[in-house]
């Protein structure tokens, strides 16, 4: 049973970094495209940042220049390293894995920004 298990989420202050993991198990990890996602309260849920089985990456435009999305294909984990957070990125962030027709979701982790 495909497993995506996100950790590193919590509180933290305005302009603060985080950095997301999320672990896969039952997977054939490196071929598939990893990103993240994010849900706030009374909001879609939306594209953070993706990174393909060959290390293309893509970013929202909200996070470009803030947030990195990497992968380590030797652990099974990919990453979002989170800088100059924003009150705004307060969220439950998600992690997916896909390819084709297979999606797999985690169960997400919640991220808070406030002082």
């Known amino acids: 049973q495909v497993q995506l298990v996100e950790s590193g989420g919590g509180l933290v202050q305005p302009g603060e970094s985080l950095t997301l993991s999320c672990a896969a198990s039952?997977?054939?990890?490196?071929?598939?495209?990893m990103g993240w996602y994010r849900q706030a309260t009374g909001k879609q849920r939306e594209l953070v940042a993706a990174?393909?089985?060959?290390?293309?990456?893509n970013y929202a435009d909200f996070v470009k220049g803030r947030f990195t999305i990497s992968r380590d294909n030797a652990r099974n984990t990919v990453y979002l390293q989170m800088n100059s957070l924003k009150s705004e990125d307060t969220a439950v962030y998600y992690c997916?894995?896909?390819?084709?027709?297979?999606?797999?979701w985690g169960k997400g982790t919640l991220v808070t920004v406030s002082s």
């Open positions: 990174i393909s089985s060959g290390g293309r990456t």
């Open positions: 997916n894995a896909g390819r084709s027709s297979n999606i797999y």
């Open positions: 039952a997977i054939s990890f490196g071929i598939y495209t």
